[in-house]
C-alpha cells in the first residue's frame, strides 16, 4: 500500500493521545479514507508514557499491528524526548511535530533526525484557549499544517462538529478547542 500514512502519537496518560488519534480517525473517514486509529497501553496511569497510533489509506488497510515504521510522529509531551526514542522506526524523510517551546532546529539537532521537525507551543495555547494545558487539540492543528494529510477547513468543521456532539452543554470548551486548533496551525514552526 503505497498511500498507507502511519501516525505514531506519544503522550503522557491524560493528555489525550488517544483522543486525538481517534478524531483525527473519524474526520479522515468522514473524507472518504480507509483508516484505523487505536491506543497501546496497559496498566499505565495518568503520567505515564503512552502511545496511540493511525493508520490512514485510500485502499483498504489490511494490517493490524502496532506502527512500527511511522511517517509521522506527534509528541504531545517534550519531557518524553529524554526518555522515549521518538524517531525509532521513521524513516529519514519522515516528519516530526513536537509540543515544546523549543525552535525546530534545536529539536532537530537533539533528536539526531534527518527529516521534518515541527514545533508549537500546544501547552501555552491551550491553557490561553482552554483554560487548562491540554495538547491534543493544537497537536492536531499542527500535525495538519506540519503534513497536509487532510484540507484544513474542512478538518475544522468535522473536528467542530465531534466536539459539538461531545460538548453541546459547554459550548465554551468547543470554541476554545478550535480556536487552539487553529492558532497551533498557524503557529508551528519548522
Known sequence: MA????????????????????????????????????????????????????????????????????????????????????TEGVSADGTIVVNTEIEANKIKEKLGFKGGVYTVDAYGISTEEIGAPFPNTPMLGALIKATDLLGFDEFVVEVENEFKKKFAHKPEVVEGNINSMKRAYQEVKQ
Open 3 to 86: 498511500n498507507l500514512i502511519e501516525i505514531r502519537w506519544h503522550g503522557r496518560g491524560g493528555q489525550g493521545s488517544k483522543t486525538a488519534s481517534i478524531l483525527l480517525g473519524k474526520v479522515a473517514a468522514k473524507t472518504g479514507k480507509n483508516i484505523q486509529a487505536f491506543p497501546e497501553y496497559g496498566p499505565e496511569r495518568m503520567g505515564a508514557p503512552v502511545l496511540a497510533y493511525n493508520r490512514i489509506s485510500d485502499e483498504p488497510i489490511f494490517v493490524h499491528c502496532q506502527v512500527t515504521e511511522p511517517s509521522i510522529v506527534v509528541v504531545l509531551d517534550p519531557t518524553l524526548l529524554e526518555v522515549v526514542d521518538v
